[in-house]
């Protein structure tokens, strides 16, 4: 059945949210008509089964495609889409991307569309005394919690790491529940450079001081007050740790350190072997010796199940495979990206790029790894050994070095990207365009630091990042686009349609 | 041509009138004459006839032929006067013997008549036969002519039968016409007689009188000797008298329509090319002659083709092909539009300005139409100009260098191929009060260390600009220089600070490298100890060799484990590659000779002062460096840079690079290793950055003056896999080099200038004051006098 979009009074029975914009939209090209096949992935959104194809004029441009699909489906309250013509975000008339594309009119347009990302909106800052390196969330569709579903929905909270060394944990409310002790009381030595969730009872921390920390964490029964409790040290890395990755189902940690080595670790004290004597505190110098001295806490100290070292220089990043967790993946400062067997602590692959990586994400459902490097750009790879072209997309937009990725959890092709330049970008992999042969992706949002917002009207660019650095970002579908950075805060930011959904 | 011809006819007319009026005119002078004749009668028959005979002969011989003439004359030359008559009778034979000579050419012409046809058969240049004919006398052959009056009527008949006579016969009223006197009783009377004018010493063969020109017959003469017109009054240009003119007359010679058999096609024409083509139809005529003949010849004949592998040939080396003028435009028109039509203005200034200075060599013209454009009024000077140019200036051809500037210049990568290089600042540094004077990146490349004015020495984390350790070495003095020991087994940071250097561990790093760190650093404390007789020595030699010590307690909490004591300020530090020895320069000016350079050995806690002398020229020493490979220690003072050989205590080199005051300078790191020499780069306080090739010379190989103030700093990109150098300047800003050495010892090194960095504010005349580069990665720091540090990449 052939639906003819209403652009005649006569027949204009659907009452058009934006019909000015149609009427502008179908004047500039009032003959030409293109006929539109309009599907959704999503079963909810989609369009009853007896909609044919639709007549609509080529002028449209996303908004009003997107008060047309809103009319159709009969929505009270619009919802904002994107539409898709072959994999690709139509971001101009259909017009002007028949034209480019050279598609005849007279063909029908397959055209998907799917919720557009609502531009994230600061919704708090969570205030803290030094430069806050890590942030993570535990909420109901977090990782951590993927596996207990013992808590309610609504206890979310966000575990933050900073540079003084010391972990928080803190309710929606801004208020911290329960921190982590100081160095004198088992606490980390030195600054924090990454901190997880492994579950809702148990934190993992790392940081220069070249451990991994595995935290015991309760709280009251009214959610207002909690505990940090040292529950494990490991021993292993011989510099700085700059990232953590969890396995939480088989219990296992990947760490990666400035000594050029992956650590691989458990979180159980069974599983672990015993530390090595060298790299223990008491073993250190005159300094670790009278630290140690005034340390009351004996904590539990274990060594690595394997330390995965080829690469030549700092690791920056090492991370699980979403789907297997056998295979991990580190990115380093010697611009190579590579695949470990995990159970063998085997190197797989080596994939060399250009530029020192400085973060990493793995998208399952493409099959690509996201690296953000020194270069301000995010190079996505294909690991698998199939792959002929080491970059299969470039997204660029930073003006700084990219030091952290993550998902998003609403769609296998979103990505949020935390920057050295004090800037968040999300990128889609659909939004991309190909220059010079190589397909290069422009990011759909920017978010920019609230605290420079604040501080500083007249320098709102800093050179270098300088005081607005993004150290980590987290993406929570409940609670939202978590950022923390040089600024000393943890930035939530969110869009509308994540909520609602 | 109608009046010509008829003026003509008349001149002809008045000629004859003229010659009969001749001996009216002469009457007075031929009375003398013929008195002479009349006397001359008796005695003249017998010499006369031998001259009639001859003269009758002549005639005859006339009609015969050229040749016998020729022979004649030449067989006649018994009387030289013979030629004068015969010339008289050429002379006039239409006028004075028309009728003998046509009575005498008709009976010969009528017998050649009977022998042979009235034509000749030529051959013409086709081979056929051509039939001339002779032409025809256009006189006409009536004997009827003007009768002479006096003239005489015998007839034709030969004069010699008159001989025995004394008349030579009659005249046309039948009186006798008496023969002339002759002889030589005349001859004495023409001697005395003056000859008169008009004399020719000839007989009138008519008359038989001498033959005397009159007056007007000389003047006639003279006229036709002076290529004159004879005529007297005759106007050779009298005004043409057009009877068809182009100009359209008022009352036109006819009113009369055109005919018109004017505009149709004649007839007659079209019967005779009908008659025409009906014989070529009939085939009377051919147009063509058939070629069966030729083309069995031309089968037979073999011909070649001397030109059938002609190929186009090169042109005459001296062959210059002529300009190529562009087409003429609107100006050169004859009539141009107006608008390219100068204006008065235009006109007088360009009739003002001189030739040489005019933009055009003509003015546009408007004639209106073709026909009215006069002759090139230039022609014959620009005629004359360009023999002048072909005569003066020949033609030579010079062999022109025809070389593209560009192609000399060395082909320089284009930057963005050069990549990476730092192009943004990636972090800043803050926290240090004052200027930080060095700045220096760990061997591991995670670690940045500073040193600065408000004496402290700090420790930042590189990537995000953490700091991480501070020490404060000094109250007031500043941290002039920190340098990291090279190798990657230890992490120790030498700082100079006032009078000492300090060496610390700081507390950044890991248990076993830390455990390593003070290992290296108190081995020296046992061999001091265990060995203190060589130290006696040394001092007894040189008393002020300085014994490292211990640190105070709150620097020895913070990291610092020995001590130096120079006793005088250290400005410059530079470790050996292997990390045991670093040689510290201290330039003040007050320091002593001997102790300005010293080089200490970490492992013995030893000190060394290996120059007891101020180097010659050029002031204190500034820096020092060890050579990446060789033992080899290169000390620069204010002017020059020594190399010294260390282990053979040797001057090898003197490089000089032409600066007044050298700030800095930097070794290659991959100097000498391959087969490339030491590549050395030079920053001097007068604005440069000099490339030194040792292998080239002692002078620069390139010298860079793009900074607008004093260079600072000097640095190569350690390792070598990066061809980077980046110098720091006084103008606040950096700028990055692209320096390729090659183990090619033919090939010089490249060097393209690849990007400034500025950031750094200037703060007391002082910009950026140290720099240094990442181990691995293209990454650069840079310390500035405004208190910040930055990371480049």
Request: proline share 7%.
């Amino acid at each position: 059945m052939n639906l003819k979009l209403p652009l005649t009074p006569q027949t204009n029975g659907l009452k058009m949210n934006n019909g000015q914009d149609l009427a502008t939209g179908s004047h500039q090209a009032a003959q030409r008509q293109v006929r539109v096949q309009l599907t959704s992935q999503h079963e909810e959104l989609a369009l009853p089964d007896n909609t044919g194809p639709i007549l609509v004029p080529t002028g449209l441009r996303r908004y009003a495609l997107s008060t047309l699909v809103n009319n159709l489906l009969g929505n009270d309250k619009p919802i904002p889409f994107e539409f898709l013509i072959n994999g690709a975000f139509l971001r101009t008339s259909i017009d002007e991307y028949l034209t480019a594309n050279g598609i005849s009119s007279e063909t029908t347009l397959e055209i998907e569309y799917v919720r557009a990302l609502i531009p994230p909106l600061h919704i708090a800052s969570f205030e803290h005394d030094d430069w806050v390196s890590a942030v993570d969330v535990l909420s109901a569709s977090s990782l951590a919690s993927a596996d207990s579903s013992s808590r309610s929905q609504h206890q979310e909270r966000i575990l933050s790491g900073s540079y003084d060394g010391l972990l928080r944990v803190w309710n929606m409310s801004s208020q911290v529940i329960a921190m982590s002790p100081s160095p004198t009381d088992g606490g980390h030595t030195s600054s924090i450079k990454a901190a997880k969730f492994v579950s809702p009872n148990s934190i993992v921390s790392a940081g220069l001081d070249r451990t991994v920390r595995l935290w015991k964490y309760s709280e009251s029964r009214d959610g207002f007050s909690g505990k940090i409790a040292p529950q494990l040290e490991l021993y292993g890395h011989k510099s700085g740790i700059n990232s953590l990755a969890i396995h939480a189902p088989s219990n296992r940690i990947l760490s990666s350190s400035a000594d050029h080595s992956v650590g691989f670790w458990s979180t159980k004290k069974s599983d672990a072997p015993a530390a090595p004597e060298t790299l223990l505190p008491s073993a250190g110098s005159r300094m670790s010796k009278r630290r140690k001295l005034n340390t009351p806490v004996s904590v539990s100290q274990r060594g690595p199940l394997a330390l995965l070292s080829s690469h030549t220089a700092p690791v920056s990043a090492a991370i699980f495979d979403a789907n297997d967790s056998t295979v991990g993946y580190s990115a380093s400062w010697d611009h190579s990206l590579r695949t470990w067997d995990l159970v063998t602590a085997n190197l797989v692959d080596t994939r060399i790029t250009s530029h020192s990586l400085l973060s990493l994400e793995h998208l399952p459902d493409h099959h690509l790894l996201a690296t953000g490097t020194s270069a301000r750009h995010i190079t996505l790879i294909d690991p698998r050994a199939s792959a002929t072209t080491i970059s299969a997309m470039t997204l660029r937009g930073h003006t700084n070095a990219v030091v952290t990725l993550a998902r998003d959890p609403n769609s296998t092709y979103g990505l949020v990207s935390g920057s050295h330049d004090g800037t968040c970008r999300i990128w889609d992999l659909r939004a991309t365009k190909t220059d010079k042969g190589a397909a290069v992706g422009d990011s759909v949002y920017s978010i920019s630091r609230r605290s420079l917002e604040e501080d500083s009207k007249t320098n709102s660019k800093r050179v270098g990042g300088e005081g607005v650095k993004v150290f980590s970002v987290c993406w929570d579908r409940e609670v939202g686009l978590l950022s923390a950075g040089e600024d000393k805060r943890i930035q939530v930011n969110r869009g509308d349609v994540l909520s609602s959904s | 041509m109608p009046a010509l011809k008829a003026s003509k006819k008349r001149k002809a007319v008045t000629r004859d009138v003229e010659e009969e009026a001749e001996p009216f005119s002469g009457d007075e002078l031929g009375a003398g004459d013929l008195g002479g004749d009349l006397s001359d009668n008796a005695h003249e028959l017998s010499s006369d006839e031998d001259d009639s005979d001859s003269e009758i002969e002549l005639i005859d011989d006339f009609s015969d032929s050229e040749d016998e003439n020729g022979e004649e004359e030449l067989d006649s030359d018994e009387i030289p006067s013979d030629g004068n008559d015969s010339t008289v009778i050429e002379k006039g034979p239409g006028t004075t013997f028309p009728p003998g000579d046509s009575s005498k050419g008709n009976p010969s012409s009528s017998k050649e008549e009977e022998e042979q046809p009235n034509y000749r058969i030529e051959k013409d240049a086709n081979g056929n036969d051509r039939y001339i004919y002779d032409e025809i006398n256009p006189d006409d052959n009536s004997d009827y002519s003007d009768v002479d009056e006096d003239g005489n009527t015998i007839g034709n008949i030969p004069l010699s039968f008159y001989d025995q006579y004394p008349h030579i016969g009659y005249d046309i009223n039948g009186k006798k016409i008496l023969r002339p006197a002759k002889g030589e009783a005349l001859d004495a009377l023409l001697d005395t007689i003056e000859i008169p004018k008009g004399w020719t010493g000839l007989t009138d063969p008519s008359t038989g009188k001498p033959l005397e020109l009159s007056q007007d017959e000389l003047e006639l003469l003279r006229k036709v000797q002076m290529n004159e017109i004879p005529e007297e009054g005759y106007n050779p240009y009298e005004p043409l008298l057009e009877w068809f003119t182009t100009e359209k007359e008022i009352m036109p010679l006819s009113a009369a329509p055109e005919p018109k058999r004017r505009f149709v096609p004649s007839k007659h024409e079209a019967k005779r090319v009908m008659k025409i083509v009906k014989a070529i139809r009939e085939g009377r005529i051919l147009p063509y002659k058939p070629p069966t003949e030729e083309d069995e010849e031309e089968k037979a004949l073999i011909k070649y083709d001397l030109w059938a592998d002609e190929g186009e040939r090169p042109d005459h080396p001296m062959h210059i092909p002529a300009p190529k003028l562009p087409p003429p435009g609107y100006e050169e028109s004859y009539h141009p539009p107006p608008e390219y039509l100068p204006d008065k203005k235009e006109r007088k200034a360009w009739e003002e300005a001189d030739p040489e200075d005019r933009e055009q060599e003509f003015l546009p013209n408007d004639f209106g139409s073709l026909r009215k454009v006069p002759g090139y009024e230039n022609f014959v000077k620009e005629k004359f100009e360009r023999c002048l140019d072909l005569y003066l200036a020949p033609r030579v051809r010079r062999s022109k260098l025809n070389i593209d500037p560009e192609s000399l210049l060395p082909k320089l990568p284009s930057p963005e191929e050069l990549k990476p290089f730092p192009t943004a600042c990636a972090a800043v540094f803050r926290g240090h009060k004052g200027r930080v004077r060095s700045i220096a990146v760990d061997p591991t490349g995670i670690w940045l260390a500073t040193g600065g004015d408000d004496g402290t020495a700090r420790v930042w984390e590189l990537l995000t600009g953490r700091q991480l350790w501070s020490i404060k070495l000094s109250d007031d003095e500043p941290v002039n220089v920190v340098r990291w020991r090279p190798g990657k087994d230890a992490l120790i940071l030498a700082a100079a600070a006032s009078d000492n250097v300090f060496l610390a561990v700081p507390p950044i790093t890991d248990p076993e490298t830390e455990q390593a760190s003070l290992e290296v650093l108190d081995a020296g404390w046992g061999y001091a100890a265990s060995k203190p007789a060589p130290r006696d020595a040394g001092e007894e030699k040189k008393s002020t060799s300085p014994q490292w010590i211990r640190p105070s307690g709150a620097l020895t909490d913070s990291g610092v484990c020995a001590v130096i004591p120079l006793r005088y300020v250290a400005k410059s530090i530079s470790w050996h590659r292997r990390g045991d020895y670093f040689v510290t320069v201290c330039s003040g000016s007050s320091t002593p000779a001997s102790v300005a350079i010293a080089i200490h050995t970490v492992s013995k806690h030893l000190t060394q002062y290996p120059f007891r002398r101020r180097i010659k020229g050029g002031g204190p020493p500034q820096t020092a460096h060890f050579h990446p490979s060789k033992p080899i220690l290169f000390i620069a003072n204010q002017r020059t840079i020594r190399a010294y050989d260390l282990s053979r205590q040797l001057l090898v080199k003197i490089v000089q690079p032409g600066a007044r005051w050298i700030s800095s300078f930097d070794i290659h790191p991959t100097s000498s290793t391959a087969a490339g020499g030491d590549n050395l780069i030079v920053g001097s306080y007068d604005r440069r950055l000099l490339w030194h090739d040792l292998e080239l010379s002692q002078r620069p190989y390139k010298t860079l003056r793009y900074h607008r103030k004093a260079i600072r700093a000097v640095k190569f990109h350690p390792g070598g896999r990066y061809p980077l150098f980046a110098d720091a300047s006084d103008d606040g800003s950096l700028q990055i080099f692209h320096g390729n050495v090659t183990g090619d010892m033919l090939s010089n090194a490249t060097i393209v200038p690849l990007k400034v960095l500025k950031g750094h504010k200037i703060t007391g005349e002082l910009g950026v004051l140290d720099i240094d580069w990442h181990p691995r990665e293209a990454w650069c720091v840079s310390a500035g006098a405004d208190g910040t540090c930055r990371l480049w990449m």
